[in-house]
């Protein structure tokens, strides 16, 4: 169990949270600590509760579809969707909102954003509402669950849920023989067959992973044995594990099996270079692999990241949470909202409309689930890994020292600064700035 005191208020957290996943529809978890849910009286008068949300533009509809099958099961319960921004932009206005003490009822947030919501008082805990409705938490992946845990709380049901993954070119893999990595090790044969040279030039690489983001190079540093946090709550990022997966990466960049990228501007020539036949590979969020199935002249398949030490990659999208503060009556009408929006019945219907992945097992063995996959056959590659998908860092000051690691990466990939050197730098700025955290 490790300690940090964020904002002088003492905090036992534990990075690996476990939460109700012994639960069922037979077997409630229980919830130690946590306030009683009140008995369920059903309670028709008309309420109307705010929905604040990150939504893009191109999930409007979703979105609009899922409220819209709500009110006909809830004609009482008026939902109405507030636009805040990004997950971050978000984050920061229900801080006020709780300031000025005029909260929405249920919210999205995203996973590495969650915990210091938690501890501040923000977020009502789930766990008895679960069991007093006998929720079947066994139904969603344990890890998708456990990112919106903490200290053995839920405080979040899985909703618009995605994860790290290759699209490829199936096309072309089918022609040449050759199949997506698995291992790190595989990555040597996959790279040899699938590079082409002209000379010194390469004219066609292996794959892609974008060095300016967090979300895309933490998993590669964890499978490669690698920690972001250590037990007693310090930088891992100095440790021969954690800075292995930046010394392979620069192997196989000399061999052309990887290409990096990095920043916006990056990013888009590395996807003009895959829809050229350029690239074989292009690591994304799984929520971005419809747009490649429109947009590509070829077929497109799907791929899980290759794994050394382990295999997992991290969760991304946004849980529903119910904001604590709300009163009563709007928080039992947003739990209603959480559980149909989150449940079985809907899974997949909503998963197709917002472009994610599926969250319940359920859904996924349903008639549903199996159309779901025949409309998007390469999505089924990224769901046998449905319980390899974890949460990002549940550690209070993450969002506030994965900058420092970022500095790490950009010295190593931008100024060809030594990768032990710049990591050891990195964790010991993390290290000051986790004085706070004690």
């Known amino acids: 169990m490790n300690t940090w005191k964020p904002q002088k208020i003492l905090l036992s957290l534990s990075l690996s949270a476990v939460a109700f996943t ?55 319960i008026t939902v109405e969707p507030v636009y805040q921004g990004s997950y971050d932009e978000l984050s920061r206005k229900l801080t006020a909102a709780m300031a000025a003490k005029d909260v929405p009822a249920v919210t999205v947030t995203e996973n590495s954003l969650m915990p210091n919501l938690a501890i501040n008082g923000a977020l009502m805990e789930l766990g008895t509402y679960i069991q007093r409705d006998k929720v079947d938490t066994k139904d969603f992946s344990k890890g998708m669950l456990e990112a919106y845990s903490l200290n053995g709380k839920q405080y979040g049901i899985p909703f618009v849920v995605s994860t ?20 790190w ?15 010194d030039k390469i004219s066609r690489y ?79 969020s799984s929520s971005g692999l419809k747009a490649y199935q429109d947009t590509a002249k070829f077929e497109i398949g799907a791929a899980f990241l290759p794994g ?39 899974n997949i219907k909503f998963v197709d409309a917002l472009g994610y992945m599926p969250t319940r097992k359920a859904a996924v063995n349903s008639p549903q689930g199996q159309e779901f996959f025949k409309k998007y056959p390469y999505m089924k590659s990224i769901f046998d890994h449905f319980d390899d998908v974890i949460s990002r860092p549940q550690h209070p000051g993450y969002s506030e020292t994965k900058a420092s ?24 700025e993390v290290n000051e700035i986790l004085k706070d955290y004690k």
């Open 22 to 76: 012994g639960c069922s529809s037979g077997s409630p978890a229980s919830s130690s600590g946590s306030v009683e849910a009140p008995p369920l009286k059903e309670d028709n008068s008309p309420i109307t509760i705010q929905y604040w949300h990150s939504h893009p533009e191109t999930q409007l509809e979703g979105m609009k579809l899922i409220i819209a099958e709500f009110n006909k099961k809830y004609p009482n």
């Open 164 to 183: 790290n993954a290759f699209v490829y070119n199936k096309t072309m893999f089918d022609k040449e023989g050759i199949k997506p990595p698995e291992t």
């Open 185 to 199: 090790a595989d990555v040597e044969t996959f790279g040899q067959k699938i590079v082409k040279k002209e000379g």
């Open 206 to 284: 292996g794959f892609t992973v974008n060095l300016s983001g967090p979300w895309d190079y933490e998993p590669w540093l964890l499978n490669g044995g690698g920690t972001i946090f250590t037990k007693d709550g310090k930088s891992g990022v100095d440790q021969p594990e954690s800075f292995r997966f930046m010394r392979q990466f620069q192997e196989w960049k000399k061999k052309g099996y990887i290409y990096y990228t990095h920043g916006k501007g990056g990013t888009d020539t590395a996807k003009q270079m895959f829809l050229d036949g350029q690239l074989g590979m292009f690591q994304i």
């Open 308 to 346: 050394d030490k382990r295999r997992i990659a991290e969760i991304g999208g946004a849980a529903l949470v119910i904001m604590d503060m709300a009163p009563q009556k709007q928080k039992e009408a947003a739990w209603k909202f959480v559980q149909f929006a989150t449940g079985a019945e809907n």
């Open 405 to 428: 690691l970022q500095k790490a990466i950009d010295r190593v990939v931008l100024e060809n600064t030594d990768v032990e050197a710049s990591f050891k730098q990195g964790a010991k």
